[in-house]
Nanobody, 112 residues
Framework: QVQLVESGGGLVQPGGSLRLSCAASGSIFSRYTMGWYRQAPGKQRELVASITSSGYTNYADSVKGRFTISRDNAKRTVYLQMSSLKVEDTAVYYC??????WGQGTLVTVSS
């Protein structure tokens, strides 16, 4: 069973950058499609980006060109590099090992 722990959230000004990390336990991490989701107050959780075991990536339209998902299977870690952050990117960001394994979430606040 894989367990996930996110880190890297915090407060950043609009236009700034953050990198989220998700560290996984378990030896079969490399087989999972990994994803980052987010949930803003009063809104449903939505997919931000995903990456398959072979490295194929997919992004929500709202973050294309600004966010980059990557993975390091040797370190059992998936990353989300976020740039040109906007106020509307404020949310709790969750790491997911498809389909049902979730981390506890990390809060990203974009505010001046």
């Amino acid at each position: 069973q894989v367990q996930l722990v996110e880190s890297g959230g915090g407060l950043v000004q609009p236009g700034g950058s953050l990198r989220l990390s998700c560290a996984a336990s378990g030896s079969i991490f490399s087989r999972y499609t990994m994803g980052w989701y987010r949930q803003a107050p009063g809104k449903q959780r939505e997919l931000v980006a995903s990456i398959t075991s072979s490295g194929y990536t997919n992004y929500a339209d709202s973050v294309k060109g600004r966010f980059t998902i990557s993975r390091d299977n040797a370190k059992r870690t998936v990353y989300l590099q976020m740039s040109s952050l906007k106020v509307e990117d404020t949310a709790v960001y969750y790491c997911n090992a498809h389909p049902i394994i979730w981390g506890q979430g990390t809060l990203v606040t974009v505010s001046s």
